[in-house]
């Protein structure tokens, strides 16, 4: 059974860092692009950072320069290292294959992790 666990989130002020973690289970992810996606409340889903099965990596305009996502692959977990946080990064962030995952015709996401971010 696949699952995406993520974690590491929680409330921070502004000019912070935090580090979430997504441990995957159910297969094995190296060959699958990976990224890490956020949803602030009202707004749609967006890709914050992605990650290839070569270590390529892409980011958000919004994200750049303050994220950096990494993969370890001997533990199938992907990390997003996130600095200098703003209010507007508060959201639930998901990891997930790039793109996500389909099980039964429909996508899966895991729970989620909260960041908040104080101003």
């Known amino acids: 059974q696949v699952q995406l666990v993520e974690s590491g989130g929680g409330l921070v002020q502004a000019g912070g860092s935090l580090r979430l973690s997504c441990a995957a289970s159910?297969?094995?992810?190296?060959?699958?692009?990976m990224g890490w996606f956020r949803q602030a409340p009202g707004k749609e889903r967006e890709r914050v950072a992605r990650?290839?099965?070569?270590?390529?990596?892409d980011y958000a305009a919004s994200a750049k320069g303050r994220f950096t996502i990494f993969r370890d692959n001997a533990k199938n977990t992907v990390y997003l290292f996130m600095n200098s946080l703003e209010f507007d990064d508060t959201a639930v962030y998901y990891c997930?294959?790039?793109?996500?995952?389909?099980?039964?015709?429909?996508?899966?996401w895991g729970q989620g992790t909260q960041v908040t971010v104080s101003s």
């Open positions: 990650i290839t099965d070569g270590g390529s990596t």
């Open positions: 997930n294959t790039d793109p996500p995952l389909r099980i039964n015709s429909r996508q899966y």
């Open positions: 159910g297969r094995t992810f190296s060959s699958y692009a």
